[in-house]
């Protein structure tokens, strides 16, 4: 058994227990003890599904090497565009590791794949009876990898929560044609904060009435503080790396850089915990767009959420409040809980805190940071395509950018890429200069021009048929759950 720690103290927990909860009772975030020491000749040839199935059994403990192969196996199977799930390319002077062949398009798809199969599974090792029902807002592209991550996954049920006529075309019929004989896809009359609202008021009525335990049910969210949905992004650290041995162009051991276009801290975290794990990483790249709050923590040790929040061609990075680097403050702070409270309190009220210079040390030692603003990540998409003929999204386009900036430390550089740029199809024709067109035809304009083949999931969702029509009224949501989803 392994053990998982909140963040701002307590017992010590199991993964199952970890995962089924989500939070830490005490508002922390479970985060490990100890990291297991992976054995990187063991992996070398291994498959993709193999690396991640290995080294989520080695993170959690507590589950079997057959029982995580299963869930792995049924997480990806069939879902993902290449058996690889990962693939690496060389672009130019860098690599780009692909997270996006998933059923949305997007790097979310590799964690949401998962995590439903962990809590199923948790469920059953906790001797919990009750079904999980996820209940999520979205303001556009979560909400559709979390319903392909649920839809029938025994034992779970998942309803999402989208502001009506506040999604892209795109995004809306990605919800809107959703099959599964467990979802319900709901739109609200209000903006996205009125639908995030309206479900944490449904997550506070259920802890004071406990309305959905008399309906043999838990509320469970999928957001990206769950450990189930951060470990299992460690593993295509492992893969690229691999990779990179496999084709010779590093040898076994050498360090190289990972730059990580970074919203939550989620993503560029996992990186962390594989080096925590021995993959040999020189730096973390840790990229901000406009928004750049990281990069300024980084650089003085000082968090700062007080200042203008700006929408970017790169909303997934459009945050203010990093969930997940209060785990590294945890980790990088030698388990120091009191300090990661203290600091959290201090951003909750005072909306900053200053991080010890010890902390901030450690940090610097595995991270560099840079931002790159809209214009900034727009060349970068002209050029790569002009020069390489390789399309980036506007998120890998900021890690790109960022990349280049950080300059030669002699080390081979992957360069993580999030989204499909048929996700992104307007802001992608506009930096190459063409006329900004919405929703489908954009990506039409985009195949015109750049012949890099639609995603089949994208481009199948003109011919599916409607199947979600609910509207409510963002003061009926409580009661739609109550009555249409338990
Ligand atoms: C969520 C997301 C990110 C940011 O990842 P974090 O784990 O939040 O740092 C980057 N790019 C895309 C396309 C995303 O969807």
Not at 448 to 463: E, H, K, Q, S, V
């Amino acid at each position: 058994m392994k053990f998982y720690r909140s963040t701002r103290g307590g017992a010590a927990v199991g993964a199952p227990e970890a995962i089924l909860a989500g939070i830490a009772p005490d508002g922390g975030l479970y985060t490990p003890e100890e990291f297991p020491a992976i054995d990187l000749n063991a992996l070398s040839g291994a498959s993709a599904l193999a690396i991640s199935s290995e080294i989520l059994y080695q993170l959690l403990g507590d589950f079997s090497r057959e029982e995580m192969e299963t869930i792995v196996r049924q997480g990806y199977a069939g879902k993902f565009a290449t058996e690889e799930l990962t693939p690496l390319l060389q672009v130019g002077n860098q690599y780009v590791l692909e997270l996006f062949h998933g059923p949305t398009s997007a790097f979310k798809d590799v964690a949401l794949s998962i995590l439903p199969r962990l809590l199923s599974a948790s469920r059953e090792k906790m001797g919990v009876r009750e079904e999980i029902v996820i209940l999520t807002a979205t303001s556009g592209d979560t909400g559709k990898a979390a319903l392909e991550g649920f839809r029938d996954v025994p034992g779970t049920r998942i309803a999402v929560f989208y502001p009506h006529g506040g999604v892209s075309d795109v995004q809306y019929r990605q919800m809107a044609t959703q099959e599964g004989a467990n979802v319900r896809v709901c739109a609200v009359r209000g903006n996205f904060d009125d639908a995030q609202t309206g479900v944490k008021r449904i997550f506070a009525d259920d802890r004071k009435n406990h309305w959905a335990a008399a309906k043999k049910a838990v509320l469970s969210s999928a957001n990206s503080i769950n450990l189930g949905r951060l470990a299992p992004q460690v593993a295509y650290y492992f893969k690229a790396y691999l990779d990179l041995v496999r084709r010779g162009a590093i040898a076994m051991g050498e360090t190289i850089n990972f730059a990580v276009p970074t919203g939550n801290f989620g993503d560029i975290l996992a990186g962390e915990f594989a080096r925590r794990m021995g993959l040999p990483v020189e730096k973390l790249i840790c990229a901000s767009n406009r928004n750049n709050v990281l990069t300024d923590f980084i650089r003085t040790g000082i968090y700062d959420r007080r200042r203008a929040f700006y929408k970017t061609a790169s909303p997934s990075m459009d945050i203010l409040v990093s969930s997940n680097l209060e785990r590294y403050l945890y980790l990088a702070g030698g388990g120091d809980a009191a300090l990661v409270s203290n600091l959290m309190q201090a951003l909750e009220s005072e909306g900053v805190y200053r991080a010890p210079e010890s902390l901030m040390q450690e940090m610097r030692a595995h991270f560099l940071a840079g931002s790159a603003d809209d214009a900034a990540a727009f060349r970068a998409i002209a050029e790569v395509w002009e020069k390489e003929g390789y399309l980036l999204d506007p998120h890998t386009a900021v890690a790109w950018s960022v990349a280049q900036a950080c300059g030669d430390n002699g080390k081979k550089t992957v360069v993580l890429s999030t989204a499909s740029p048929y996700k992104f199809s307007r802001d992608v024709l506009t930096a190459l200069g063409a006329p900004a067109e919405d929703g489908f035809q954009a990506m039409d304009a985009l195949f015109a021009r750049t012949g890099i083949p639609i995603p089949r999931n994208l481009a199948d969702l003109r011919a599916l048929p409607i199947l979600h029509r609910d509207v409510v009224e963002k003061d009926r949501m409580l009661s739609y759950v109550k009555e249409a989803v338990l």
